[in-house]
């Protein structure tokens, strides 16, 4: 079955970046709303960043202007591209995604990375 891999995660200072990557293994049709979310320790998990299979974006207001959602041209592998980051910022991050497969609808079923931990220190 199709599977999400993350990677990327890390520790930084306050102000830092990272990237954070999201690959899709397996069999599958064609990706859709590609996701990102995080949770800290005790929070419920909140959405960060989507991009659409028609290539539009949408931002969680904590985060435009910062962070930045994209995907690579084999559109097996999508991204979240975050600068200036802050204490606030740390948490769990998940990427997750609508995928097309041989044993799905049309509109996909909906897949989770393991999830990678951000730090910022402060």
Do not use: H
């Not at 891999?5 to 954070?20: A, E």
């Not at 985060?63 to 979240?80: C, E, M, N, P, Q």
């Amino acid at each position: 079955q199709v599977q999400l891999v993350q990677s990327g995660g890390g520790l930084v200072q306050t102000g830092g970046s990272l990237r954070l990557s999201c690959e899709a293994s397996g069999t599958f049709f064609s990706i859709k709303a590609r996701t990102w979310y995080r949770q800290a320790p005790g929070n419920q998990r909140e959405f960060v960043a989507a991009l659409s299979s028609g290539g539009g974006t949408n931002y969680a207001d904590s985060v435009k202007g910062r962070f930045s959602i994209s995907r690579d041209s084999a559109k097996d592998t999508f991204y979240l591209q975050m600068d200036s980051l802050k204490p606030e910022d740390t948490a769990v991050y998940y990427c997750s995604a609508q995928i097309v497969t041989i044993g799905s609808t049309s509109a996909g079923l909906q897949y989770w990375g393991q999830g990678t931990q951000v730090t910022v220190s402060s």
